[in-house]
């Protein structure tokens, strides 16, 4: 493992991207655990896989940026500070989730973390970045707006109309490109003519580079290079991570469009060994580190579980909240 | 009281609410150096400069998604759509963000935009120019529609739409630009209620925005044959003011519904229903439409005017309804 980096990889900080990338492995499995349990319903998508691209790319944020994801954001929400019991209570649809059970694995909302979503239209939650970038410049606030997307989003006319925004205006926007190569079950190949990504961005003028998404220390990397360039008032920048999810899009997929042996091969990259030996390697983590991490992420989870278990129900008679504000001016 | 047409009042409302808070900017396509497509926004850009007065790409969705992105951040973004028509490019972000965020997050944000938006026909600008969606988006819980028929409404209902927590959906009719009345500027106007614009006793006639001018007109007409023709205005298409609606035709016994969307599936279908449902027993008489003919708005000018409502059209529904 080779980093570019001028990343401070002391023993703290590995812990840290070690046990950041755990805590999303551990709670999707528990999440689909849950959901053959029907304790969680609906649409579940799993983030396994691609930990190291959420990971990287949080570690370049303070707590004044924004943040904006996609219906696969379950490990964005989790590292981005929201609470494991919170989020999990949401999967669960109770009252004490963190979009008070209205919004389910799709849409985790987090005002005190300025995330916005968890958007399930494809491209969707592209617009809604810019625009608090936009805010955030127009207001003078050196903040930065983190959004991320799939591959399958550079075919949707929202993505192209918000690259060419966000350049035009200079927009202190650093866009995250999740290249799983699949599009649910539409191989990138067939789906795109211009199948490198993030060349698209620099036909609009924005910076751009691609970084080995199962490398959780290029992604921090990266992150931290194009978040240092957006808060000196540089502009937009775009970042693609190639990465691949282990798992199904969701839960009800049988994965026809893909090969076994092609799973196989990408398991062999898992960011999360991956760091782990080569930090192991070089010394900066323990082994009693990873056994630490390991207890305190299932005691994490556990917890997050029993208190999804012990949330309540929303009563009926407030069916209609949230619907608009219940005091206008 | 200043007299002034429609468009001076709409312009005079943005002038205003860019002067008293510096959190409001207007943003589309053309608002800028052309001034808007329909002249609403000339001079503005002199006054306030480009980064509050901002000209967009041809984006519809990324530019209202970005309206969107930036109340959330706490702007107080008016965002402008060229027409209706092209606001179908617009309608993911209106539906899915906009009008679902502060649902989705059970409560934690609210999406405080303006959308204003050009609609209706009657100057032979063709099938993608010339309709009235309003109807469309007066199906969606989340924002509210309001269609402003008079000067007043025009100059008045931006100020409170700007205070609202909640997207706000402004519909502005092509044929009303024009018009002018003598208004009051300082006046301040709710965002909830219809309005009674004529009181009669035998005929409630409910309509709103292009169509209001052709009901009164039509009333004026129906009483020198001696029928007391009661308008009134709905001015908020969501939510409807189903009390306003339904004492009129308590009153009147009888009710015509003018609407420039189609008939089908329409806003006129909706007002329809809650008469029935909540005044069956008051009338006498069955509901009559005048609505737009279901086809798409034809250029010519003697098809485009047989499409649309008429003066003519809505005189022999209130006849036909006080059998007349």
């Not at chain 2, 449902?277 to 708005?297: H, M, T």
Request: aromatic residues 6%; glycine residues 8%.
């Amino acid at each position: 493992m080779t980093t570019s980096a001028k990343v401070r990889l002391n023993r703290a900080h590995c812990v840290d991207l070690l046990r950041q990338m755990v805590r999303i492995r551990e709670f999707e499995e528990k999440c689909a655990e849950l959901y053959t349990q029907e304790k969680i319903r609906g649409f579940l998508h799993l983030y396994t896989g691609e930990e190291a691209v959420a990971v990287g790319v949080m570690q370049a944020l303070g707590p004044t940026d924004a943040v904006v994801a996609t219906y696969r954001e379950h490990g964005h929400a989790l590292v981005r500070g929201i609470s494991a019991r919170e989020i999990m209570a949401e999967m669960f649809g109770k009252q004490e989730g963190c979009s008070h059970g209205r919004g389910g694995s799709m849409h985790l909302f987090d005002a005190d973390a300025r995330f916005y979503g968890g958007n399930a239209i494809v491209a969707g939650g592209i617009p809604v970045a810019v625009g608090l970038a936009l805010a955030d410049k127009m207001q003078g606030r050196a903040n930065a707006t983190a959004c991320f997307f799939g591959e399958g989003a550079a075919a949707e006319g929202e993505f192209h109309e918000c690259l060419n925004l966000a350049a035009l205006w200079q927009l202190p926007v650093l866009f995250v490109c999740e290249n799983n190569l699949y599009a649910m079950g539409t191989a990138l190949e067939r789906s795109e003519s211009e199948t490198d990504i993030h060349a698209k961005a620099a036909s609009y003028r924005i910076p751009s580079e691609f970084v080995d998404g199962m490398n959780v220390v290029d992604v921090e990397a990266a992150a931290q290079r194009a978040v240092t360039t957006i808060r000196a008032g540089e502009g937009p920048r775009f970042l693609e991570c190639r990465t691949y999810r282990f798992r199904a899009h969701s839960m009800f997929d049988a994965q026809l469009y893909r090969e076994k042996a092609e799973v196989e091969k990408w398991r062999e990259r898992d960011p999360i060994p991956r760091f782990r030996d080569w930090a192991m390697a070089a010394g900066e983590i323990r082994e009693e580190d990873v056994a630490a991490i390991k207890d305190e992420v299932a005691k994490e989870i556990a917890e997050a579980v029993a208190f999804a278990e012990a949330g309540s129900w929303e009563p009926l008679e407030d069916l209609l909240k949230y619907v608009g504000a219940e005091r206008r001016a | 009281m200043t007299e002034m047409t429609y468009r001076d009042a709409m312009r005079s409302a943005m002038r205003e609410a860019l002067q008293r808070d510096p959190r409001v900017f207007l943003m589309g396509e053309d608002v800028g150096r052309y001034g808007g497509c329909y002249a609403v926004s000339k001079g503005l850009l002199d006054e306030f400069g480009p980064e509050r007065i901002r000209d967009t790409p041809l984006s519809e969705g990324g530019f209202t998604g970005a309206g969107i992105g930036a109340a959330l951040g706490g702007m107080r973004p008016i965002v402008e759509v060229m027409t209706c028509n092209f606001s179908l490019l617009s309608l993911d972000q209106i539906m899915n963000n906009a009008a679902t965020i502060r649902h989705m997050s059970g409560g934690q944000f609210n999406v405080p935009i303006v959308i204003r938006m050009a609609t209706g026909g009657g100057r032979q600008l063709a099938a993608q120019h010339s309709h009235s969606l309003e109807g469309w988006y007066a199906h969606i819980p989340g924002i509210r529609v309001l269609a402003p028929g008079t000067v007043q409404d025009a100059r008045s209902m931006l100020a409170s739409a700007l205070a609202d927590p909640d997207p706000v959906l402004i519909f502005e009719n092509v044929m009303l630009y024009n018009g002018t009345a003598d208004i009051d500027e300082a006046a301040v106007v709710d965002i909830d209620s219809a309005a009674i614009r004529r009181e009669g006793q035998d005929v409630s006639l409910i309509t709103y925005g292009g169509s209001l001018r052709k009901a009164l007109d039509a009333a004026e007409r129906l009483a020198s044959e001696g029928i007391s023709v009661e308008v009134l205005d709905l001015r908020v298409l969501r939510p409807l003011d189903d009390d306003a609606i339904l004492a009129s035709v308590t009153k009147t016994r009888r009710a015509v519904i003018v609407d420039e969307g189609w008939r089908s599936g329409s806003l006129s279908a909706e007002v329809t229903t809650r008469i029935v449902e909540g005044g069956f027993w008051n009338l006498d008489a069955p509901i009559a439409r005048v609505c737009s003919a279901e086809v798409p708005i034809p250029y010519p000018k003697h098809l485009e005017d047989a499409a649309l409502p008429s003066v003519d059209r809505v005189i022999a529904a209130v006849r036909s309804v006080v059998g007349k």
